[in-house]
T-cell receptor, first 115, second 114 residues
Framework: GAGVSQSPSNKVTEKGKDVELRCDPI?????LYWYRQSLGQGLEFLIY????????KSGLPSDRFSAERTGGSVSTLTIQRTQQEDSAVYLC?????????????FGPGTRLTVL | AQTVTQSQPEMSVQEAETVTLSCTYD???????LFWYKQPPSRQMILVIR??????QNATENRFSVNFQKAAKSFSLKISDSQLGDTAMYFC???????????FGEGTQLTVNP
């Protein structure tokens, strides 16, 4: 594909519902990242996948958040029992490896609104 | 833990003029990398420029350049000959050489006026 894609673009849900956000990285990229961007704030790291290694989940804010990456490609971020404070833009990025200077290419994000 | 601070929530500049965006950071690491990302209304984060901490020479990419002051832990972005398309949110970001996650500042909303 041409770039990182994310779906849906926007998601409105009710408090307490579960949501799934999808990320399709650039083909061949082995590293995948999820970030959260709350209103008026910078990006906050959530989770990182690199190849077949165990993911770095240290940024997940609570056990309601989980993510998986199937087949080393597509990733899904799941938020269970959503809360209003989960409202944010969720950005996914991928890079060709985990090298520091390997540019992280970002998708357009999913704007999540929890009512 | 590393922190990145952008003290200018909003800035504006006239088209064709020069503007400087400020960024400071705090780290105990000696080897790291710094980045400026641009986020237009489309929400797509785009890498503008990057700097390796071990390099004394300031990075330059066309109209974009940085003033990297390692001792002061300062990393400002200068945009010359500002264009309307430069209007965006600009984020300063840090990554340590032993890590993989980016730590971002709060962002500066830049508006270029015609």
């Amino acid at each position: 594909g041409a770039g990182v894609s994310q779906s849906p673009s926007n998601k409105v849900t009710e408090k307490g519902k579960d949501v799934e956000l999808r990320c399709d990285p650039i083909s061949g990229h082995t590293a995948l990242y999820w970030y959260r961007q709350s209103l008026g704030q910078g990006l906050e790291f959530l989770i990182y996948f690199q190849g077949n290694s165990a993911p770095d989940k240290s940024g997940l804010p609570s056990d309601r958040f989980s993510a998986e990456r199937t087949g080393g490609s597509v990733s899904t971020l799941t938020i269970q029992r959503t809360q209003q404070e989960d409202s944010a833009v969720y950005l996914c990025a991928s890079s060709s490896s985990s090298g520091i200077l390997d540019t992280q290419y970002f998708g357009p994000g999913t704007r999540l609104t929890v009512l | 833990a590393q922190t990145v601070t952008q003290s200018q929530p909003e800035m504006s500049v006239q088209e064709a003029e020069t503007v400087t965006l400020s960024c400071t950071y705090d780290t105990s690491e000696n080897n790291y990398y710094l980045f400026w990302y641009k986020q237009p209304p489309s929400r797509q984060m785009i890498l503008v420029i990057r700097q390796e901490a071990y390099k004394q020479q300031n990075a330059t990419e066309n109209r974009f350049s940085v003033n990297f002051q390692k001792a002061a832990k300062s990393f400002s972005l200068k945009i010359s000959d500002s264009q309307l398309g430069d209007t965006a949110m600009y984020f300063c970001a840090f990554i340590q050489t032993s890590g993989s996650r980016l730590t971002f500042g709060e962002g500066t909303q830049l508006t270029v006026n015609p």
